[in-house]
């Protein structure tokens, strides 16, 4: 997720510092951006000057002293409120007073990671969709304690990128998680219920209200060990039923029925083709 | 497949200048009998009897014991409140319906176009049992100021790649018709997700208020 953000960082013209503790992993994403921008080129989407241009903007770096200088930090580490939170501590000591503190998460309070600084009101909620150097979507959100000039000059540099921000509160799962998650699982349920098979339940989002894709061919996408992530999350925090693990979830994982990427989930899959839909 | 209508008032479904009620066939050459509205009247000769349903289930239409029942379904296409009607027939199914009562309906709404779906019989079938809670649970948001319905609906759109925000098309198919749509549903189901929220429950008492 930390590279597709750095691309739109580094796409708007950004010195972007993409920093990892895993020099493996900041390789691997190095190859990968670069991929992606020649992917780019090749498809007359950008031109190879650009490229360039993009791939000299971007540096990649396991120390964290070398972000001293960023205005902005955009953390996209693991989903883990302890590991944010120390982070946010470690920065407070290498940037400065003025610099903004941006978090990813999906699911976690912007507060409670602000919580990790001596500077809350530097820190905002800044919630890209994957892949990120291709959605535009992002869901922006102030903490309790988010100054307004903090969240206004964030809102713009996502704007400054070509980005289209959009505001939300900060609680569980912003708009987007807030939604879909539930949803999702009001679909499993519905295939535990006996309502229909898993095709007809897709067919019937897809053909009724127009989705791209119907909800238990998502949820094979997204990883159904995924999906119990994220209830797992949201349900101790909303006590919301139906962000409750659905039982029919639990099963499939424990059978290693994964999705796409073991295979099978609520579909069958056979290198780029899906079976049973 | 020859079908003929047996109607006592418009057909949600299929209104009257529809295509595929316009070409149905004279009763007595109809292999399917679609009741809309009327009361139906079993008949084993024809391939499929047909009940047209609003929000209740199949099982307030005929009792799935009675062999009399084998060659009956119940259908819904779907239709978001106001909006014109999907080109999604929803067949429900009971638990001794026939496989040949359901492909000959199946059969008979794909050769006209449309896209078919099977499900039991179950309140609120596939559509409204999962877009309901979602929809309530966005108009829930909207009241606690979680974002602008702008910015709710640009999100569903944006990150989900929906054609429009679960707001707008609530308000589109209208909040009123939404309310009887979720007040069947929590009568059903009994679980707070059906309830009908505020902004709909109000909607209709305004409606009523106004006459
Ligand atoms: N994957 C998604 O669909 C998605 C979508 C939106 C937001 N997010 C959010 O993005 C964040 C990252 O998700 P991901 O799927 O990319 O995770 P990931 O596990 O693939 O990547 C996390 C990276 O962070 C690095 N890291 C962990 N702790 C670190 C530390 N203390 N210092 C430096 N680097 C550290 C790891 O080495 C790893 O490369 C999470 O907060 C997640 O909720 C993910």
Redesign the pocket.
């Known amino acids: 997720?930390?590279a597709g953000i750095a691309l739109v960082a580094a796409r708007a013209g950004f010195a972007t510092v993409c920093?990892?503790?895993?020099g493996d992993?900041l390789e691997k994403?190095a190859r990968q951006s670069a991929g992606f921008l020649d992917k780019s080129v090749a498809r007359g989407k950008l031109d190879s000057a650009k490229r360039d241009q993009v791939l000299t903007s971007m540096s990649q770096t396991t120390r964290?002293e070398d972000l001293a200088d960023c205005d902005l930090v955009i953390e996209?580490?693991?989903?883990d409120l302890a590991?944010?939170r120390?982070?946010l501590g470690r920065l407070d000591a290498v940037c400065a007073e003025d610099t903004i503190f941006a978090?990813?998460?999906?699911?976690?309070s912007i507060t409670e990671i602000a919580s990790g600084s001596k500077r809350p009101e530097r820190a905002v909620g800044m919630?890209?969709?994957?892949p990120a150097q291709l959605m535009k979507l992002i869901e922006m959100s102030p903490g309790i304690l988010t100054s307004d000039d903090t969240f206004k000059t964030a809102w713009q540099w996502t704007e400054a990128c070509g980005q289209t921000p959009v505001k939300t509160q900060d609680k569980p799962g912003f708009i987007l998680n807030a939604l879909l998650v539930p949803f999702n699982n009001d679909a499993i349920r519905a295939v535990e219920a006996g309502v229909a098979e898993p095709a007809d339940i897709d067919r019937a989002i897809k053909a009724g209200l127009g989705y791209k894709m119907g909800p238990l061919e998502l949820i094979d996408l997204?990883g159904l060990d995924t999906q119990v992530r994220l209830c797992e999350a949201f349900y101790p925090i909303t006590l919301d039923p139906r962000a409750a693990t659905p039982p029919l979830l639990r099963r499939m994982v424990a059978a290693g029925l994964l999705g796409r990427k073991s295979g099978r989930g609520f579909f069958t899959y056979e290198g780029n083709s899906m079976f049973g839909a | 497949m020859r079908y003929t209508f047996v109607k006592s008032k418009p057909s949600r479904s299929f209104p009257e200048d529809d295509a595929f009620f316009c070409a149905q066939s004279e009763p007595d050459t109809a292999e399917i009998v679609i009741f809309s509205g009327a009361r139906f009247k079993p008949d084993h000769a024809k391939a499929a009897i047909l009940i047209e349903l609003l929000n209740e289930c199949l099982g307030e239409h005929i009792d799935d014991q009675e062999s009399t029942s084998i060659n009956v379904l119940g259908f819904a296409r779907y239709r978001n409140g106001h909006d014109k009607p999907s080109n999604l027939v929803e067949l429900v199914r009971h638990a001794n319906t026939s496989e040949k009562a359901v492909a000959a309906a199946r059969e008979m709404f794909a050769a006209a176009g449309f896209e078919v779906v099977v499900c039991s019989d179950q309140a609120g079938r596939i559509i409204d049992r999962l877009v309901i809670p979602k929809y309530n649970a966005a108009l829930r948001f909207l009241d606690e100021g979680l974002a602008s319905q702008a910015d709710m609906d640009l999100t569903c759109k944006l990150g989900l790649g929906y054609p429009d925000g679960p707001i707008e098309r609530v308000v589109r198919g209208g909040l009123a018709n939404h309310y009887h749509a979720s007040k069947a549903l929590f009568e059903a189901y009994g679980t707070s997700a059906f309830a009908p929220p505020r902004r709909a429950s109000v909607a209709y008492r305004r409606d009523k208020t106004r006459g």
């Open positions: 997720m930390g920093f990892d503790r895993s992993g994403a964290i996209a580490v693991f989903e590991a944010k120390e982070l978090s990813n998460t999906s699911t976690l919630h890209f969709c994957l997204i």
